[in-house]
């Protein structure tokens, strides 16, 4: 998932880009979306982004809780909050938990998007994303399992000559 992505969706939902709890609620989604980060115990999560942000656990929990309950009591754009957050069961794990299955529902839905408007298949991107240099490396080493071939059925042929 795209930090972008994350970032779009908490300004629309009008949440301050200017707070604390901005970059690291984006930290924490594009957290759960690692392998590692599936089912996280918070204070690990927690301190996680404090130590990438040098702040301390606590400093990480209070931020982001004062940045979902300052997007909602704003309350810019009342469905898009609802839809991403919620206003109900309002704890922090609850809210990025919520926030991060409907921000990954959307991604992949664009996504998904994107490739039926290009119209390739899977096995189409792959050939797309084959470069100049693998293509030469790849004729290089077909031209020299030709001429070994060639080189062996000669022999052969010169062998039963003889």
């Given at each position: 998932?795209?930090?972008?992505?994350?970032?779009?969706v908490l300004?629309?939902?009008?949440?301050?880009?200017?707070?604390?709890?901005?970059?690291?609620?984006?930290?924490?989604?594009l957290?759960?979306?690692?392998?590692?980060?599936?089912?996280?115990?918070?204070?690990?999560?927690?301190?996680?982004?404090?130590?990438l942000?040098?702040?301390?656990?606590?400093?990480?929990e209070?931020?982001?809780?004062n940045a979902?309950?300052?997007?909602?009591?704003?309350?810019?754009?009342?469905?898009?909050?609802?839809?991403?957050?919620?206003?109900?069961n309002?704890?922090?794990?609850?809210?990025?938990?919520?926030?991060?299955?409907?921000?990954?529902?959307?991604?992949?839905k664009?996504?998904?998007?994107?490739?039926?408007?290009?119209?390739?298949?899977?096995?189409?991107?792959?050939?797309?994303?084959?470069?100049?240099?693998?293509?030469q490396?790849?004729?290089?080493?077909?031209?020299?399992?030709?001429?070994?071939?060639?080189?062996?059925?000669?022999?052969?042929m010169?062998?039963?000559?003889?």
């Amino acid at each position: 998932m795209k930090k972008e992505f994350v970032e779009h969706v908490l300004i629309a939902m009008g949440m301050p880009v200017k707070l604390k709890g901005f970059k690291y609620i984006v930290e924490a989604v594009l957290l759960l979306d690692t392998p590692e980060w599936q089912e996280p115990k918070w204070t690990a999560l927690y301190y996680k982004i404090a130590r990438l942000y040098g702040d301390t656990e606590s400093r990480v929990e209070r931020a982001i809780r004062n940045a979902f309950t300052t997007t909602r009591t704003r309350v810019t754009n009342y469905e898009l909050i609802d839809h991403y957050i919620g206003f109900t069961n309002c704890q922090n794990s609850n809210s990025i938990t919520f926030l991060y299955r409907n921000i990954k529902k959307e991604y992949l839905k664009k996504q998904q998007e994107e490739k039926e408007k290009t119209g390739l298949t899977w096995r189409e991107e792959q050939i797309e994303e084959i470069t100049l240099e693998q293509l030469q490396s790849f004729n290089e080493v077909s031209a020299d399992m030709i001429k070994e071939i060639v080189r062996q059925t000669l022999k052969e042929m010169l062998f039963e000559l003889a």
